[in-house]
């Protein structure tokens, strides 16, 4: 697993469905981006190896540009 903070979780999902990953990279998936218990906006991305990303980011944050 690895953990990204990005401005953008969002823009991330839609990326991912722009360049059709998961129809380039059998087996993978993709989650819409959810809100956390946390307080963290976050979408997943499961690799065809299994490796585990996730994408998150802090919404209201100014530094975020949200």
């Not at 979780?9 to 981006?33: C, I, M, N």
């Amino acid at each position: 697993m690895l953990h990204f903070m990005v401005n953008s979780a969002q823009q991330w999902y839609d990326h991912f469905a722009a360049v059709e990953l998961t129809e380039e990279f059998s087996g993978s998936k993709v989650s819409s981006p959810e809100l956390m218990p946390w307080g963290l906006l976050t979408t997943h991305f499961w690799g065809p190896a299994g490796v585990l990303l996730h994408f998150a980011e802090r919404p209201g944050n100014p530094e975020a540009g949200s």
